[in-house]
Nanobody, 123 residues
């Protein structure tokens, strides 16, 4: 029901825009808080950003604050992650997640997940 896309290879300082499209007759996108997480090789999955159902509340991890921007378009059932000033340490598989109630940083609390998209930042 969630499909992330937009990953790729980019040089340090570059930008990428990730998208996560939601689908399914029983999945009403605007009923869900959306989050982005990432998992680097050999590391645990970590929180990146989250956005409330209508976009009025947004949170970022300290590691991406000021560089990444989350947004959503409920008419298109899509959440975005604009990533600027990318660093090699941003290299990871990025996942989108959804939950009706939870807007925190614990990945285990999010109910719905999609397959990730790989972002590689070269130095």
């Amino acid at each position: 029901q969630l499909q992330a896309s937009g990953g790729g290879l980019v040089q340090t300082g570059g930008s990428l825009r990730l998208s996560c499209a939601a689908s399914g007759r029983t999945f009403t996108f605007s009923d869900y808080i959306m989050g982005w997480f990432r998992q680097a090789p050999g590391q645990e999955r970590e929180f990146v950003s989250t956005i409330s159902k209508r976009g009025g509340s947004i949170n970022y991890s300290n590691s991406v604050k000021g560089r990444f921007t989350i947004s959503r378009d409920n008419a298109k059932n899509t959440v975005y992650l604009q990533m600027n000033s990318l660093k090699p340490e941003d290299t990871a598989v990025y996942y989108c997640a959804a939950d009706r109630l939870y807007m925190g940083t614990r990945d285990s609390a999010y109910l719905h997940w999609g397959p990730g998209t790989l972002v590689t930042v070269s130095s």
